[in-house]
């Protein structure tokens, strides 16, 4: 059983070992799988530079240090017949291995320096984008273009679960992702809207925190199109690792025609809030829109989590609707439950409020139509 | 004239002996150790592979919080206080510890607040899931009702701590025997005077915090609510201002006993004694001006980022100093490698590796890369485990046959020295790579570019925890019987502790001892 563990253990060592030796020789484009992407802005491959000469730095100290201590190791035993030597002391010595390291450290923190001083360089931007983070998805507005939406997760839970195979973008695709130009210069405003969460996209080389009530910024110019790929890189709750970051840098009259695309849809999206619904597409919609927003927290059956989160089997989902709907619009404030006002649009919440009243078991009977929420608001 | 110890449990509910506290200390933290391993392997269990399998996102944070404050607070931190409970006496020439009813106090309430914290797992909303570094508002707005709780045993552990440092000051001040100037104390002596002031520096400023967090919860103030005036970014400012100073608490009394057994199996003088000592008390200064680099990414002036890239930077002068000095303990010696010094020369060599991704982070664009990825999971796992549970390991290794008078099984000793280097190594070197190919830490789940280095890590984790629970056998075996050791266990090893009898007299030392 030891033996078997141990042969496993070599194996794994060997493994790790021979990976070691082609970081060393790998050609720096083929190495995301286990060293740092050179990333695709200015930013990324200057970050990436500076950690490869860290790297080699650290080795070559390594060598020498670890170099004379195996050395030693080995003549130096008792097993050899040697007799220890009684040198305890060298100012000489002392002060030497204090001043090269000092050395050392000046020449990697200059160009350290420089590059702080570019990455902190947000002037002269050409595109503006307000991100915020939400308990668990992002929140993109395209400043001065009036493009505003969502970004959630859109792995299936039964991916997650391992009900289904799971596809290559496994826990890295969301339902819309943000679209940018290529070779503009492109300012990232980071905030949040409940707890801390950080907006890291690895091929950029920006990770900034967005921290509720101030916001940081940071910027890209992106110079190949392509899919990005990142992740909320600070611990938020329960689904911190279910929130991730998709980016698609296009051409700039691709770009354009994304933003006209975005504004046509928010607009028909207004006009839906004037007609009325069946019950049977209500729920449906609420179906969809529960799972995404909701589900979360509250639980695909509606049963929360105690302690945590509700139950929707008893509380506002089965008392007066109008305080069913000021908490999903309005939120509780001092709570996780968030203003659902602002996230989802009028026809998203009518059907949610719909099918929370009626689903597993919740027989209220009644539905919500979008120009109730839109009066809702309206405060009438 | 012999006074021995009380029988049944009071001895141990009453006593004021260093010995016996020392040894409860110790006991405790081993009991913690386990514990705090048992959630690692949930950690490790559920991450083996993609997807969700054996716990909720919910009860995986719960585990990650846990894993990390017992560890540091239940596992690393009483095991150093027990370690100095037994020595710090043994060699300053003193009969016990200067407070020895306080010291009873300092370890009793402990178990108290483990007990606490634990029982928080079982409270409707579980316990704490917002990480051992509790950044607000998750930890105050969206906390858990259990949060409570926390806050209450950090405060219980924060005044034992501050006890046990008052104490340990009081008794190296005061009760050194005839002749023991300050530049004649064992390092361990000296790298625990200095832990010692940190930790009355940090640990009410830790109080500070999570009593701040108590009234953001309970009585309506908004010191991390930006709503009400406050500033989340305050919390990590006065947690870091706490949580720099105690990462070198888990790892200056690591130097000490490292610096005494590696002499001790080369046979051959501490090299620079005098700068071990004087880099020591660098260390500790540097720490407290270093704390912001764990928070590059949450948008610090230009001016404060350059100044704490640079200063955290300088930390690596009096680091490499202390290895260098090992290094050249070593250099010409006679060594035999036995298993204390085994994990001490594990502890310089994984150390110095935990060292380089330390001032890999300390480059701050670097960092925006690196931070709150495995990367960092992978640096400050290389720099505490072979750090402070290694230097631990090895001085029970060192010490025990001093302590119950029998010496440990050393083919056991060093199939467990091997296990636990192996594990530790297949745990957490992968983890650099995972880290550097993009994974955040703290997710229950990860896309499959990840899966190979995680499938790896979670084997070296439960071969690490196998190898503990060798560890626990050799140990408990040793204390019941085998062979008898000597007074002076080692081959002429220094300090007063090898010239009393083995095991160690229930009191030593009740007139001092001339020290030359």
């Known amino acids: 059983m030891l033996k078997a563990a141990g042969g496993l253990c070599a194996r794994v060592l060997g493994f790790a070992v021979l990976l070691m030796s082609q970081l060393a020789l790998a050609d720096e484009t083929e190495s995301l799988k286990y060293n740092m992407t050179r990333g695709v802005t200015p930013v990324s491959q200057d970050i990436h530079g500076l950690h490869m000469q860290m790297f080699w730095w650290c080795v070559g100290i390594g060598v020498v240090v670890f170099g004379i201590m195996f050395v030693s190791m080995f003549l130096h035993r008792k097993s050899r017949g040697v007799k220890p030597a009684n040198f305890h002391e060298s100012t000489w010595l002392e002060l030497t291995w204090t001043a090269i390291p000092i050395l050392i450290l000046v020449l990697m923190g200059i160009p350290a320096s420089k590059s702080l001083i570019n990455l902190y360089d947000t002037r002269e931007s050409e595109v503006d984008v307000l991100i915020t983070g939400y308990q668990w998805r992002w929140k993109y507005e395209i400043l001065g273009e009036d493009v505003s939406f969502f970004s959630n997760l859109s792995t299936p839970r039964d991916e997650i679960e391992g009900f289904a195979e799971k596809n290559p973008n496994y826990l890295l695709e969301v339902d819309e992702p943000l679209v940018l130009p290529v070779g ?55 689904d911190h690792g279910f929130m991730p970051i998709v980016v698609e840098a296009k051409t700039e009259s691709e770009y354009r025609a994304w933003l006209d695309e975005k504004k046509a849809a928010a607009a028909a999206l207004a006009e ?14 609420g179906e969809e829109v529960y799972n995404r927003s909701c589900a979360a927290c509250h639980q695909a059956n509606g049963e929360g989590l105690p302690g945590t989160f509700p139950s929707l089997h008893e509380g506002i989902a089965v008392g007066p609707i109008q305080d069913h709907i000021d908490v999903v619009v309005n939120g509780v404030p001092g709570t996780a439950m968030q203003a659902f006002g602002e996230q989802l649009s009028e026809v998203d919440i009518a059907a949610v409020v719909t099918y929370e009243r009626n689903a597993w078991g919740n027989n209220m009977g009644d539905l919500a139509q979008p120009l109730d929420i839109y009066n809702h608001k309206q405060g009438k | 004239m012999a006074h021995g110890p009380a029988k049944g449990i009071t001895r141990w509910l009453y006593t004021t002996n260093h010995k016996d506290i020392g040894s409860m200390y110790l006991w405790f933290s081993f009991a913690m150790f386990f514990l705090g391993g048992i959630f690692a392997l949930v950690i490790r269990a559920e991450l083996f592979q993609p997807g969700l399998q054996i716990v909720e996102p919910n009860f995986f944070n719960q585990m990650t919080t846990m894993h990390g404050l017992v560890m540091v607070f239940g596992a690393v931190m009483p095991a150093f206080v027990g370690l100095a409970n037994w020595m710090i006496p043994m060699q300053i020439g003193a009969p016990d510890m200067a407070l020895p009813r306080m010291n009873n106090w300092s370890f009793w309430i402990l178990p108290f607040a483990f007990a606490m914290l634990s029982s928080t797992l079982f409270m409707d909303g579980g316990a704490p899931n917002f990480g051992w570094t509790f950044y607000a508002p998750l930890s105050t707005t969206y906390a858990p009702p259990s949060v409570t709780f926390f806050i209450f045993a950090i405060h219980i552990m924060g005044a034992s701590s501050i006890m046990g440092a008052i104490n340990i000051i009081a008794t190296i ?100 004694y005098a700068s071990m000592v004087y ?139 091997w296990l636990a280097f192996i594990g530790l190594n297949v745990t957490f070197f992968p983890m650099h790579f995972s880290g550097l190919a993009g994974m955040p830490r703290r997710i229950p789940d990860y896309n499959m570019m990840f899966a190979d280095w995680n499938m790896i890590s979670s084997v070296g984790a439960f071969l690490f925890g196998a190898a503990q629970v060798l560890f626990l056998y050799n140990v408990i075996a040793t204390i019941i019987g085998g062979k008898k050791a000597t007074d002076e266990v080692w081959e002429n090893p220094e300090g007063l502790e090898w010239t009393v009898p083995s095991p160690a007299p229930y009191h030593t030392f009740e007139t001092p001892p001339e020290y030359k």
């Open chain 2, 173 to 272: 001040v005061n009760m050194r025997a005839p002749g023991m100037t300050y530049m004649k104390m064992p390092l361990f002596v000296w790298t625990w005077l200095i832990t010692a002031f940190l930790l009355i520096a940090v640990m009410p400023v830790l109080a500070g915090v999570v009593t701040m967090m108590l009234m953001d919860i309970h009585f309506g103030t908004s010191f991390f609510d930006a709503a009400g005036g406050g500033d989340p970014v305050l919390f990590q400012h006065v947690f870091w201002f706490f949580g720099h100073p105690e990462v070198y608490i888990m790892i200056l009394p690591a130097f000490g006993i490292v610096s005494a057994i590696i002499p001790t199996f080369a046979r051959k003088p501490l090299f620079g």
């Open chain 2, 279 to 417: 880099a020591t008390a660098a260390i500790a200064f540097l720490s407290f001006v270093v704390w912001a680099h764990h928070m590059f990414t949450v948008g610090l002036p230009i001016a404060g980022e350059l100044f704490f890239m640079w200063a955290t930077m300088l930390i690596a002068v009096p680091t490499g100093v202390k290895v260098f000095n090992w290094v050249a303990t070593m250099f010409k010696g006679a060594m035999t490698f036995e298993t204390p010094m085994l994990f001490s020369i594990a502890f310089v060599i994984l150390f110095t590796i935990g060292g380089f991704s330390g001032l890999m982070l300390a480059i701050a664009p670097a960092d925006f890369q690196y931070h709150d990825t495995y990367f960092v999971v992978a640096h400050f796992h290389y720099v505490l485990v072979p750090g402070a549970i290694f230097s631990i390991t090895a001085g029970v290794y060192y010490w025990l046959p001093k302590w119950c008078g029998n010496m440990y099984n050393e083919t056991m000793g060093k199939l467990h020295f």
């Open chain 1, 184 to 238: 503009k210069k492109i300012r990232f405003i980071v905030t949040a809207n409940d707890v801390i969460h950080n907006w890291w996209v690895p091929d950029f080389g920006v990770k900034r925190d967005a921290i509720p009530g101030f916001t940081n910024d940071s910027w890209a110019i992106i110079e190949e199109p392509g899919t990005y790929r990142g992740q909320c890189a600070e611990l938020c709750g329960k």
């Open chain 1, 272 to 285: 839906l809030t004037e007609k009325t619904f069946t019950f049977d597409e209500l729920y449906a919609q």
